[in-house]
Nanobody, 127 residues
Framework: QVQLVESGGGLVQAGGSLRLSCASS????????MGWFRQTPGKEREFVAA????????YYSDSVKGRFTFSRDNAKNTVYLQMNSLKPEDTAVYYC????????????????????WGQGTQVTVSS
C-alpha cells in the first residue's frame, strides 16, 4: 500500500511560482512512475506531468511545458512539481499519483494506470 500526501499549494499572483511536493510512504517508492494531474469543478482530471522511476525521463502536457518542472528524490520518497510563470488557467486541485511499473524508463499520461492517488492540494492563481 502506498500513501501519497501533497503539499505546497496556495494562492499566488499570475507570473508567480509555487513548488508542490508529494511525499510517499513505504519502501518501494523507486518502483513507481509518478504523475501530476489537476482538476477543476465540472471538468475531468487533466494530465500535467509524469516522471519515470529513476527520474531520467519526464513528460509534460503542452499547457505546462516550459513552465513546470517535475523531479523526484527517491532517497526522500518525494516528488516535486516546480511551477513557474503561473497563469489563472493553472488554478485547480493538483493530485499526485503512483503507477507501479517494471520498466525504469516508462511513464504514462493517462489517469487509468495510476494505482494510488493523494488527496490533492489547491492551487489558485489570481490575475
Amino acid at each position: 500500500q502506498v500513501q501519497l500526501v501533497e503539499s505546497g499549494g496556495g494562492l499566488v499572483q499570475a507570473g508567480g511560482s509555487l513548488r508542490l511536493s508529494c511525499a510517499s510512504s513505504g519502501r518501494t517508492f523507486s518502483r513507481y512512475a509518478m504523475g501530476w494531474f489537476r482538476q477543476t469543478p465540472g471538468k475531468e482530471r487533466e494530465f500535467v506531468a509524469a516522471i519515470s522511476r529513476s527520474g531520467g525521463r519526464t513528460y509534460y502536457s503542452d499547457s505546462v511545458k516550459g513552465r513546470f518542472t517535475f523531479s523526484r528524490d527517491n532517497a526522500k520518497n518525494t516528488v516535486y512539481l516546480q511551477m513557474n510563470s503561473l497563469k489563472p488557467e493553472d488554478t485547480a486541485v493538483y493530485y499526485c499519483a503512483a503507477d507501479r511499473v517494471y520498466d525504469s524508463d516508462s511513464y504514462t499520461d493517462t489517469a487509468g494506470p495510476y494505482e494510488y492517488w493523494g488527496q490533492g492540494t489547491q492551487v489558485t492563481v489570481s490575475s
